[in-house]
């Protein structure tokens, strides 16, 4: 029996059985407008259509945020968390001071709404990169907004006339190793995130104190183990440190630049002459630098070489950061006592 939705016959002359039609029109008109798409949405919504429904859309696609080296993009994931992609520019263990850009790295920015750098004169490949990516809408955060850069404060020795140093011609830029300097820089990096996406403000407000609160604990922890060694003398073969130096009453002497290979004689007396005249208590490296200049230095100077980290290679966790600079406590801690 095919039922007509939009009119039903009735046949007046029964009259006998008109209530059963009437109760049987009423049924049929019910069934009818709970099918009919014309009608409205029935309140009875099973609850995850209802939250949906209640729900304001969510944004299809993520801020890309694309950073330069790895002390910033600890940083900015930090604050960034999951509400936008970060990348990284220059792989862990490259040497940023002279990287060179390739391709990917012109496709990431010009792809990219966001660029994040340390700044102070250290990603010398930027400009031309960030030129050629020809992307307007790019915003630039410079992480080291409002920091006054240190000039060298230690005498540089060179072992080897042929040796090429990168000149720092903007002051220091290795500010990230001071975690009060890191403090300004992730808070750089939040009013940047939230000028560039608004919409998430409020987490980048949390995430950014969350990791500064971090930073403040780390901070108290280097005062008050190096406050036992005050003026700590020390040699490093990498210009990274005086930021550290000078917040934590150390000294750091000199450093003395040394070539990885074709050393001669000369290049090797040099750098002994180097260290022993200043009477050094400690001697640093960076980690997994294999050297054998400076094991024999080491040994010659009944000196232990040990690890400094410039966190410019390791884990892209930003919990890294935290991990790395409490190893270079206990190593300043041990060689300084």
Known sequence: MIVNCRGIRTNKQRSGILPIIALLMLSITAGCSQ??????????????????????SVQSTKTKVVTTFLPIYLFTKAVAGNVADVEILVPPGTEV???QATPQNVKAIATANVLVKNGLGLEEFLENTVKNAQNPKLAEIDASKGIKPLNEISPVVKTAQEEEDHEHTQGNPHVWLDPVLAKQQVTNIRDGLIAADPANKATYEANAATYIKELESLNNEFQQ??????????????????????????KQVAVVQIPEDQLSPTDVQNAVNAVKKYKVKA???????????????????????????????????????????????????TACK
């Open 35 to 56: 099918s009919n798409p014309n009608q409205g949405t029935s309140s009875e919504q099973p609850p995850q259509a209802q939250e949906a429904a209640s729900t304001p």
């Open 225 to 250: 183990t190096l406050q036992k060694t005050p003026s700590c003398t020390f040699i490093t073969f990498h210009d990274a440190f005086p930021y550290l130096a000078q917040r934590y009453n150390l």
């Open 97 to 99: 001071h002279e990287y």
């Open 283 to 333: 001697l640093f490296s960076e980690p997994g630098v294999d050297n054998k200049l400076l094991s024999s230095l080491s040994k010659d100077l009944k000196l232990t070489l040990r690890p400094l980290d410039s966190l410019e290679t390791g884990e892209t966790d930003p919990q890294h950061y935290f991990k790395a600079m409490k190893a270079n406590l206990q190593t300043l801690q």
